[in-house]
């Protein structure tokens, strides 16, 4: 017999696995619970290597899977010194875990026990909510260039995905936030020349070249930032904020035309209108759409089952 780790390998075989394996025959039903079983592991396990990754506790945790391996092959190999000195080790390893991770555990168990349990999980906030608050932080983003004169130009992802343009910029994969968007367009920074594009609820990527409109009744004092927001505006459904550098005016480019001078308040209620309200009104009407579809699907046929009787 093979024993490593202070384990019977045969036993646990034939009472564990071979054991288990004739249960599934017997009542198939217990597979649909194994899978659902495994899944809920497998995601706890990832939701575990995301919290822990990039963290100290993730070098830690690559030295203990090496012990364990290598526990493993002393005991294959019958290195009976070292497997014992390995073994030892492991048997105080849970104690080690506990003292070692214990920020971490301490972290863990305070967000059980509050509100943040959905981002332990990787739950992110409601998605209309999320990207209200992204507007607001492009608002504030682009009155605080204004008052500085610092030309900007940020276009807003809707339902017509431009990759191609995201890809001739620089990849941030960021979260949105107001001093991010105003450090971007500062001059003489490597971003600060071309566009950031936010796609997704995150700031895709910045000095990115969009296609400039050449419509000849184009205001010819316009200049290349607002000409390159009205032509990514045409050809996609994206709405565009413009922050001129010579008047420190913000624009709003949409559907090839241009809404120039607006203020604050104004820059707010058009980025919530064509970007919140019209997008999640659309889909909630579809939802009551298919709901009343279905009800009148049910009255149909019991009005049909009624005559029938």
């Known amino acids: 017999m093979v024993s490593n780790l202070g384990i019977n390998w045969e036993n646990f075989y034939t009472e564990n696995i071979v054991a288990y394996i ?11 619970t194994l899978i ?25 945790i690559k030295g203990i899977a090496l012990l364990i391996v290598a526990t493993w092959i002393s005991g294959l190999l019958n290195l009976k010194i070292l497997n014992w000195i390995l073994t030892g ?8 875990i506990i003292v070692i991770f214990q920020p971490e555990l301490r972290r863990a168990l305070e967000q059980l026990g509050t509100n943040k349990l959905t981002k332990f999980f990787g739950i992110n906030k409601d998605v209309e909510t999320k990207t209200k608050e992204d507007i607001y932080k492009v608002v504030i983003a682009a009155t605080e260039l204004a008052k500085t004169k610092t030309g900007a130009l940020i276009v807003l992802e809707r339902d017509i995905k431009i990759q191609d343009i995201i890809s001739t910029g620089i990849s941030l994969d960021a979260e ?15 971003l600060h020349d071309g566009a950031v594009i936010i796609a997704g609820n995150k700031i895709a ?20 930032r607002h000409r390159a927001a009205i032509g990514i505006s045409k050809e996609s459904d994206a709405i565009v904020v413009v922050v001129s550098e010579e008047t420190g005016k913000i ?17 707010k209620k058009i980025l919530i209108t064509n970007i919140v309200t019209k997008r999640f009104a659309s889909e909630k009407t579809g939802k009551d759409n298919i709901l009343k ?4 699907k049910n009255k149909v046929k019991e009005n049909t089952d009624k005559r029938s009787e």
Not at 89 to 96: D, K, L, P, Y
Not at 293 to 296: N, S
């Open 22 to 32: 004739k249960s599934l025959q017997e009542n198939p039903f217990e597979l649909v």
């Open 36 to 60: 659902l079983d495994l899944a809920i592991v497998i995601f706890l396990v990832y939701c575990c290597i995301r919290v822990v990754k990039g963290s100290r506790a993730w070098q830690l």
């Open 176 to 190: 949105v936030s107001p001093q991010l968007l105003v450090n971007i367009f500062q001059p003489n920074t490597p």
């Open 89 to 96: 080790i492991m048997n105080w390893g849970v104690i080690a």
């Open 293 to 296: 579809k279905m009800k009148d």
């Open 205 to 224: 990527a910045a000095a990115c070249v969009l296609p400039l409109a050449d419509d000849k009744d184009i205001a010819k004092e316009l200049g290349t």
């Open 251 to 267: 624009s709003v480019a949409k559907d090839g035309t241009l809404i120039a001078d607006v203020r604050e308040d104004v820059l």
